[in-house]
């Protein structure tokens, strides 16, 4: 594992449990290195965060490719799956806090939903040959993305799930729970 890829574990590990209060010094205290060896990577916090936001939706794409090329999952499943993916190592890394980042970062927040409108093929062919099959009713994909961007951006701008101390990954099983059974064909 290089340096920055460290640097971005240990700042998901301090975000974990400081939120987005954390400090260049706690990240710092946390991999046992010196702040000044965190700056020659990264410029600032706000940078940091932008590779942040690269590097989860990167390892998220990693996971998506695995699930669709798994032949032990039927079609429906694999779209269950990919639509609800979280890294392993991810589940527990407390994704409400990210609410702030609208106002406090809002280049960050801006790349958050970029990369939530993007990166679509693997789920589009996966609901086209559902629709193909015929396990899928017929829907308009755009409508169906736009349904799940819709709910993942809101819990990125209010503190809904706090609130109802619910937490990211419940919530997005939930959204994935009512899609994907709003899709399907019923038996």
């Known amino acids: ?23 260049m010094d706690d ?4 991999l046992g290195i010196s702040k000044k060896t ?4 990264f410029r600032d916090k706000k ?15 990693e996971e998506e490719q695995l699930i669709y090329e798994d032949d032990s999952l039927e079609t429906v499943e694999k779209i269950r ?16 806090q ?8 809002p280049d960050v927040y801006f790349k958050v939903e970029e990369r939530l409108e993007n990166g679509w093929e693997i ?14 009713r017929n829907i308009r994909i755009p409508i169906f993305k736009m349904m799940l961007e819709a709910s993942l951006e809101q819990f990125f701008r209010r503190d809904i799930l706090i609130e ?9 099983d939930e959204v994935v729970e009512i899609l994907i059974d709003g899709i399907i064909v019923q038996s």
């Open 1 to 23: 594992m290089d340096l920055r890829e460290q640097i971005l574990k240990g700042t998901l590990q301090v975000f974990n449990y400081k939120g987005m209060k954390f400090t």
């Open 27 to 30: 990240i710092a205290h946390e």
């Open 38 to 41: 965190i700056y020659t990577v």
């Open 47 to 61: 940078h940091m965060f932008l590779e942040l936001v690269d590097y989860l939706f990167d390892k998220i794409k």
């Open 81 to 96: 799956k990919i639509l609800g993916v979280l890294p392993q190592s991810y589940k527990k890394i407390d994704l409400r």
């Open 98 to 105: 990210l609410y702030i980042l609208k106002d406090k970062y």
């Open 123 to 136: 789920t589009i062919a996966l609901l086209e040959q559902g629709m193909k099959e015929g396990v899928i």
């Open 164 to 172: 109802n101390k619910i937490s990211y990954h419940e919530g997005l």
